[in-house]
């Protein structure tokens, strides 16, 4: 496990081979949907830092035969050190 990343009630793992999202649903948060996808599976992906008046930044993955998938962590998450460990794991 290289790092996981909480938003509000979802969180993104990424391991050294591949990342999973969890998407926690309903009131009580019992049923999450995880999806879990390798590395060489992202075209292309981008990175949006917080701001001063907005405190979230942004993540989107592209992924081929699925599409676009976007991640919003709270300011507290280091945005930057997700790309990077995107860009080191792509081409494994």
Known sequence: ILGVYKSVRDYVLFTDKRFI???VQG???KKQDI????????TCFSIE????????SELEIYISA???VRFEFSGRS???EIGRMISQNIFK
């Not at 830092?49 to 979230?56: M, N, P, R, V």
């Open 21 to 23: 999202a969890v998407n």
């Open 27 to 29: 009131i009580t948060g």
């Open 35 to 42: 999806t879990s996808m390798p590395y060489k599976a992202i």
């Open 49 to 56: 830092t917080a701001g001063t008046i907005d405190l979230d």
């Open 66 to 68: 699925v599409g676009k």
């Open 78 to 80: 280091d945005i930057v």
